[in-house]
């Protein structure tokens, strides 16, 4: 689980000023208030206009600065998500990072190299090592299924959820095409929790969302926004540009768009019912302007993550984020750009990290660079831990002890302490001749080997045989509501 970061004095990376993220916030303000977003629901924008907002032609809606401020003030700053069995499991907004393994990648490479479109199975897989994996602590939908006469668009949705539910207790984090989709996932929750009222009290699902940049907000997007509100359960709607496409090539300019469009998400769901919990950030990218193609990892994609990181400390609202990579494969690269991704998100203070595992900028999940991403960040919350400094670590009696020329290996403090000290699962610290007598296995052979051990001994606790019939009568309840070609 996360780093209690009230426990000792942990380091937290600054990259704007205080001028500098005031200015931002004032550029968004200004935006939404003068050029404004296009809102393709016309009952978000009746809402709006009732609130106070300006409509001008068919979608364009101008929000005025008060209206935001009021909606900043009403959403919760901090909020508990639990498991499957209505456990605290993630405190947000109380500076932790929890990262999450997914979202939505559209093939699975396996531990033998295999790589193919993903398939249920997979979604279950995923679940279950993430679930195994002690740092990493919730399950975005990791696949996208393709669409086809076995798992119809109508119910891929819901069958992924299924399996994510069955191979992890942790917390869900749900992405759908649709709002139909979301509804009957939010039904196999309620299921799971207990019935509504159980699912309210303590939610275990939160639905990921994204706006459409620049500045438009889809019609599908609000419905589900407004799903979650009318449960009264949190929700997530973050941005996911590419930085110099879809926002302004400069890191300041792409945090005016972000901003834009989380706030615009944010007064939605503050109007349709106040105090609803709501996470807010950015997922972007970074277009590659020698290729065209998008990218997810460089220094000027966290400059805006840790720029919009900030943003939404100013406005004290919990932060949602990525960790992933560009690499094809599970190699060198991939592994240098989880750990500087898991790293720039928990040094800039963001609550909920996704696509951990990712590669290929979202298209490929890898069970081994989950598997790295899992050493990585117990790595990085080892070290935010900070330095406590008491008369017991600062060891002055110890120091005097042993004295000049002495060893310190064999002191009582040493025996006391030394489990406080960080230490691998995956890297090898081994002198090389235990190494070799291992097989001289790299670090990729290790984390193969680290998921052939969790397939084949975790256990996750089976939901009961009522609960299961009741999340499948839902998915057969919108199966008969299919038509099918003749």
């Known amino acids: 689980m996360g780093i209690d970061r009230t426990s000792v004095d942990a380091p937290q990376f600054r990259l704007l000023t205080d001028e500098k993220i005031q200015a931002i916030h004032d550029g968004a303000l200004r935006v939404l208030e003068t050029t404004g977003i296009d809102v393709a629901h016309e009952g978000a924008r009746s809402m709006l206009v009732d609130a106070g907002a300006r409509q001008e032609g068919e979608l364009r809606i101008r929000v005025p600065?008060?209206?935001?401020?009021?909606?900043?003030?009403?959403?919760?700053?901090?909020?508990?998500?639990?498991?499957?069995?209505?456990?605290?499991?993630?405190?947000?907004?109380?500076?932790?990072?929890?990262?999450?393994?997914?979202?939505?990648?559209?093939?699975?490479?396996?531990?033998?190299?295999?790589?193919?479109?993903?398939?249920?199975?997979?979604?279950?897989k995923v679940a279950l090592v993430a679930d195994a994996l002690p740092n990493i602590d919730f399950v975005s939908t990791p696949g996208v299924i393709k669409p086809s006469s076995a798992n119809p668009v109508e119910i891929a949705d819901q069958r992924a959820f299924?399996?994510?539910?069955?191979?992890?207790?942790?917390?869900?984090?749900?992405?759908?095409?649709?709002?139909?989709?979301?509804?009957?996932?939010?039904?196999?929750?309620?299921?799971?929790?207990?019935?509504?009222?159980?699912?309210?009290?303590?939610?275990?699902?939160?639905?990921?969302?994204?706006?459409?940049?620049?500045?438009?907000?889809?019609?599908?997007?609000?419905?589900?926004?407004?799903?979650?509100a009318d449960r009264g359960t949190p929700v997530c709607a973050q941005a996911a540009p590419p930085i110099g496409g879809s926002v302004p090539v400069t890191i300041a300019g792409a945090a005016v768009i972000c901003a834009v469009e989380t706030l615009a998400s944010l007064v939605l769901s503050q109007l349709r019912r106040p105090g609803t919990p709501f996470v807010t950030g950015t997922v972007p990218f970074v277009m590659d302007m020698r290729s065209g193609n998008a990218a997810s990892s460089g220094p000027q994609m966290w400059q805006l993550v840790i720029a919009m990181g900030e943003l939404t400390r100013k406005w004290g609202i919990p932060s949602v984020t990525s960790a992933g990579g560009d690499s094809k494969i599970p190699d060198e690269q991939a592994g240098f750009e989880i750990s500087y991704g898991s790293q720039g998100a928990i040094y800039g203070g963001y609550d909920m990290v996704l696509n951990v595992g990712r590669l290929e900028c979202g298209l490929l999940h890898s069970p081994e660079v989950l598997a790295f991403a899992n050493e990585a960040i117990g790595m990085h919350r080892e070290f935010v831990r900070g330095v406590p400094v008491n008369d017991t670590t600062l060891a002055l009696d110890v120091i005097d002890d042993v004295g000049p020329g002495g060893f310190f290996l064999g002191h009582q403090h040493t025996l006391d302490h030394f489990r406080e000290l960080w230490g691998p699962t995956l890297a090898s610290w081994e002198p090389r001749d235990m190494?070799?007598?291992?097989?001289?296995?790299?670090?990729?052979?290790?984390?193969?080997e680290q998921v052939r051990r969790i397939r084949a001994e975790h256990q996750v606790a089976a939901l009961p045989d009522e609960v299961l019939a009741g999340m499948q009568e839902v998915i057969s309840r919108r199966e008969a509501t299919i038509e099918v070609d003749d």
Request: hydrophobic share 40%; proline share 6%.
């Open 435 to 448: 190494w070799e007598e291992r097989g001289s296995t790299t670090m990729g052979d290790r984390a193969r």
């Open 65 to 124: 600065r008060e209206l935001v401020e009021r909606s900043i003030e009403s959403a919760p700053g901090s909020f508990v998500l639990y498991d499957r069995a209505g456990n605290e499991a993630l405190r947000l907004g109380e500076g932790q990072t929890y990262y999450g393994a997914g979202v939505t990648n559209l093939a699975f490479r396996d531990i033998d190299g295999d790589q193919h479109d993903f398939t249920l199975e997979d979604i279950g």
């Open 162 to 228: 299924f399996e994510m539910v069955t191979h992890t207790t942790m917390p869900l984090m749900v992405l759908t095409p649709d709002p139909y989709q979301l509804e009957d996932i939010y039904e196999m929750a309620e299921v799971v929790a207990g019935g509504p009222e159980a699912f309210a009290a303590k939610p275990f699902v939160i639905p990921y969302l994204n706006t459409v940049s620049p500045l438009v907000i889809n019609p599908e997007t609000v419905d589900k926004l407004f799903l979650a």
